[in-house]
């Protein structure tokens, strides 16, 4: 039997990516994976959508979520994954997570219109629709209102970490957006840990109950992934990875270009199992 691939981290238009989740699943059969983890920012709605469109297919479609937290002043991204996406506390906390996002947004948008820029929140909250808003909403609006030229020029000028528009996101401890995971029967996984670049945090994080890291990432190079999947062994955590795909924004389409083996997904499953 060929080898089966699978994408354990994307995104859709229930948060900031830019596919539906019906298009996310047709994406996801055309490219052959085995398994997608659908990992919005604080919302399972995409999720629960992308459900209704796998059909008479194999697709086996993982639930997760992105959580954004932070640590020693930096940001950090925690996935959960085989979660209860049903249990109605964290549908609560979740819903909580995504009013504060609208929040930030239109104090944002108030930081750019004290800048000169006269961009209306109702432009944002357009383009967002019913999705769990995020920095890449209003840099699309800025695009749309011809303030900047391109997506990346939005960021660099406004909205990045040391652009003028940039407001942090409400402090999530690591060690919380942990517990509420577990408490769903899910497991923590460190996003992205190359992009972080804080490895020392690792181990205080496997103190607090972390169960993975993920090697694979779009935005780790060969050695990065070696290197995490060595961290793996070394704390006797699953080994995930995904592509961190949010659709077609730059023309590039990411979902399974990091070729993540399915024994990842099996490996995590055991891991629940065996809690
Ligand atoms: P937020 O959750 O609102 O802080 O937005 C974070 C999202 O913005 C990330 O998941 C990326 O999709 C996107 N993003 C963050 N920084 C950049 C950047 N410098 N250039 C392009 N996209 C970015
Ligand atoms: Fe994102
Ligand atoms: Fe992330
Ligand atoms: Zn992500």
Known sequence: MTKQYIDLHVHTN???????????VQAAREKK??????????TTDGFVEALGHVGD?????????????????NDVHVLGYLIDYKNPEFIKTIKKFREERLNRGKAMVAKLNDLGINLSIDTVTEIA???????????????????VQTYDEAFARYLGYHAPAYIPKKHLEVEHAINILHLIGGLAVLAHPGTLDHDEYIPLFVDMGLDGLEAYHSLHDRKRIEHYKNMCKKYNLVCTGGSD?????????????MRVPYECLENMKKRVENR
């Open 14 to 24: 229930a948060s900031d990516g830019i596919l539906s989740p019906a298009e996310v």
């Open 245 to 257: 795909c949010h659709g077609p924004r730059k023309g590039k389409m990411l979902m399974g270009s």
């Open 33 to 42: 994976l085995k398994a997608i983890a659908i990992t919005d920012h604080d």
């Open 129 to 147: 629709g019913n999705a769990a808003m995020g920095r890449p909403h209003i840099a699309d609006a800025l695009v749309r209102e011809e303030f």
């Open 57 to 73: 297919s194999d697709l086996e479609l993982i639930p997760g979520v992105e959580l954004s937290c932070t640590f020693s002043g």
